[in-house]
């Protein structure tokens, strides 16, 4: 009786240890804010994002691509390579590079092919880049309040690794009022999106399985503005802030120079991608331990 004892509390403790050996499942969030300055960033009411860059890893001095229209600076992001290899130039998207600079989702396919990848957009634009397969789901959606209800609705239904988020409304502000720290529209559209900022960051820390899973969040835009536009190399412009939030995270401002390229290498890097030479990508990881 005895023996059968301490086999049952040898098998017990046994089986607890395993289970606390597993470890959290890497899982990457990418929400882009298009059109959204930094400064512009720090001098709205954020309650959201300022969560995610007070207790993360930060840069309100990265930069994107001197080039600086949505279309070149969206791929760059996603790709973790420049223009002159990924080959977008503008928003139309004549001629991406895609075979070999091909969206991160595909690259980290190529190790993980059973990764589940969802990008949920407002401007549709930006799925050119993605190469469609069974295991991606696309959803275009005309509305930030659209985009959020579907990822919310994802978040909470799907088995998720890896998702983009594109909300649209701060850079319709900008182009309509104009991209300026004094505009109080252009601020105002800032906030409402922390608003769905928090709505999507509820959804994901409600998710089922959630305490086994071991989420980054990377928040970033693909270009400033000055005036009711952008698209020039001058800082106003070419200015964009990163936040890296999760456990994994350096906590702190990032002291180095952050480039947008370094989202999609980041994520990757989380995602337990090994980091091929022969990919011959641009970006560095930022903002992880």
């Known amino acids: 009786m005895k023996l059968q004892l301490k086999y049952y509390v040898f098998l017990t403790l046994t089986i607890a240890f395993s289970f606390s050996e597993i470890k959290a499942q890497n ?33 309100f001095k990265a930069k994107t691509d001197d ?24 928003n139309q998207y004549l001629n991406p590079n895609i075979k070999e600079y091909p969206h991160f989702f595909n690259l980290a396919k190529q190790q993980q ?4 990848t969802y990008s949920i957009a407002n401007w549709s634009p930006v799925h050119k880049i993605l190469q469609y397969n069974d295991a991606t789901v ?3 959606k005309p509305t930030d309040g659209l985009v959020t209800k579907s990822v919310v609705k994802t978040l909470k239904n799907e088995d998720v690794d890896v998702m983009f988020v594109h909300l649209d409304n701060v850079d319709h502000a900008g182009h309509k009022y104009g991209y300026a720290i004094d505009n109080s529209k252009y601020i105002k559209s800032i906030e409402k999106t922390d608003k769905k900022i928090g709505r999507i960051v ?3 820390q409600k998710r089922k399985n959630y305490a086994n899973e071991n989420w980054l969040i990377l928040v970033s835009t693909d270009h400033g503005g000055s005036g009711t536009n952008h698209g020039k190399a001058i800082p106003e412009h070419t200015t964009i802030f990163y936040i890296a939030s999760g456990k994994d995270v350096e906590k702190g401002e990032i002291k180095k120079q952050v480039y947008v390229i370094d989202v999609a290498v980041t994520a ?6 090994d980091l091929k030479e022969a990919w011959n990508l641009d970006g560095n990881v930022s903002g992880l331990k």
């Open 27 to 59: 899982k990457v969030l990418i929400l882009g804010i298009d059109g959204c300055r930094p400064d512009a960033l720090l001098a709205a009411k954020t309650p959201h994002l300022d969560n995610l860059w007070k207790n993360g890893a930060y840069s």
């Open 202 to 204: 509820k959804a994901l």
């Open 113 to 116: 092919p059973d990764l589940r």
């Open 138 to 140: 696309v959803k275009h």
């Open 67 to 90: 080039l600086s229209w949505s279309g070149v600076c969206w791929t760059g992001m996603l790709t973790g390579v420049w223009k002159d290899k990924h080959k977008v130039m503008g």
């Open 268 to 273: 990757l890097k989380h995602l337990n991608i």
